[in-house]
T-cell receptor, first 111, second 115 residues
Framework: TQLLEQSPQFLSIQEGENLTVYCNSS?????LQWYRQEPGEGPVLLVT?????EVKKLKRLTFQFGDARKDSSLHITAAQPGDTGLYLC???????????FGAGTRLFVKA | NAGVTQTPKFQVLKTGQSMTLQCAQD?????MSWYRQDPGMGLRLIHY???????DQGEVPNGYNVSRSTTEDFPLRLLSAAPSQTSVYFC??????????????FGQGTRLTVV
């Protein structure tokens, strides 16, 4: 059974701080996505990474896919209150589309 | 720009009751799916469909039925509600089968409580 473990589960920081959240697995994924979910809403896609070692940047967010395609990280520079939310990683297995979701990292950025 | 529309947004059921959660998308997406989200457990796949007339089970299908008579609609039926089905339910759609390489669009969710 493929599992995605996210850490930390909860993070509370001050505005302006940097942070990194992690998504790890013992399985290889064909691709990995990061979503952000706000209270009362569905997840919204931030990025998809498909190549081992790939790095993508989205404004202050930097996403990296591990070389072995088993893990990923999300780094936020100079966090803002608008970054508050639940960050979910989702992995696509090889040969299938039954995507696996991690439990998420709940981020709270204080002004 | 409706995207994925779920109804109702909130629902309270008594144990043993049945109901249908509605999901509709207006993007002509082939792939649709239902997830449940529970605290600390992420999103778990219940059922999915790769096109009209084609459905399959996900990770946690017991107690739920689906059908896909049109491209647009993908209702989820709870046959006999149990307290363990208390959760937030999300419907999602994406353009292609390999949806992890394309954007998945989620509805706003249905918060279901079974008492």
């Amino acid at each position: 059974t493929q599992l995605l473990e996210q850490s930390p589960q909860f993070l509370s920081i001050q505005e302006g701080e940097n942070l990194t959240v992690y998504c790890n697995s013992s399985s290889v994924f064909s691709s990995l996505q990061w979503y952000r979910q706000e209270p009362g809403e569905g997840p919204v896609l931030l990025v998809t990474v498909v190549t081992g070692g790939e790095v993508k940047k989205l404004k202050r967010l930097t996403f990296q896919f591990g070389d072995a395609r088993k893990d990923s990280s999300l780094h936020i520079t100079a966090a803002q209150p608008g970054d508050t939310g639940l960050y979910l990683c989702a992995g696509g297995g090889t040969g299938g589309f039954k995507t696996i979701f991690g439990a998420g990292t709940r981020l709270f950025v204080k002004a | 720009n409706a995207g994925v529309t779920q109804t109702p947004k909130f629902q309270v059921l008594k144990t043993g009751q049945s109901m249908t959660l509605q999901c509709a998308q207006d993007m002509n997406h082939e792939y649709m799916s239902w997830y449940r989200q529970d605290p600390g457990m992420g999103l778990r796949l219940i059922h999915y469909s790769v096109g009209a007339g084609i459905t399959d089970q996900g990770e946690v299908p017991n107690g739920y039925n689906v059908s896909r008579s049109t491209t647009e609609d993908f209702p989820l039926r709870l046959l006999s509600a149990a307290p363990s089905q208390t959760s937030v339910y999300f419907c999602a759609s994406s353009l292609s089968l390999a949806w992890v390489n394309t954007e998945a669009f989620f509805g706003q969710g249905t918060r279901l409580t079974v008492v």
